[in-house]
């Protein structure tokens, strides 16, 4: 099982670094949990305003579809808004 993660993993990076757009593969190099809190913090940087931003966490329909939750409180996103809001 050791030998068949190590080569999954080699092939996995090579695909990466054949990607064409950078962005992608950054963003595709992260695992799933990682991918799900960097959105967030992507969505702050990203976002035309930072209060637009925080309402689209407060009011999130993406995550749990077609719930509304407050993903701040739910995800404990806190440090992802404070280093995204840095960053804009």
């Known amino acids: 099982a050791g030998l068949l993660h190590i080569y999954e993993n080699s092939v996995y990076l090579q695909v990466l670094h054949k990607t064409p757009n950078r962005d992608f ?40 579809y077609p719930d509304t939750l407050n993903a701040i409180r739910r995800f404990n996103i806190y440090q992802e808004i404070i280093v995204g809001l840095g960053d804009r």
């Open 25 to 64: 593969a950054a963003v595709a190099a992260m695992q799933t949990e990682n991918a799900f809190y960097y959105s967030y913090f992507a969505e702050m940087v990203d976002a035309s305003s930072a209060t637009e931003a925080l309402a689209g966490m407060i009011w999130d329909k993406r995550t749990e």
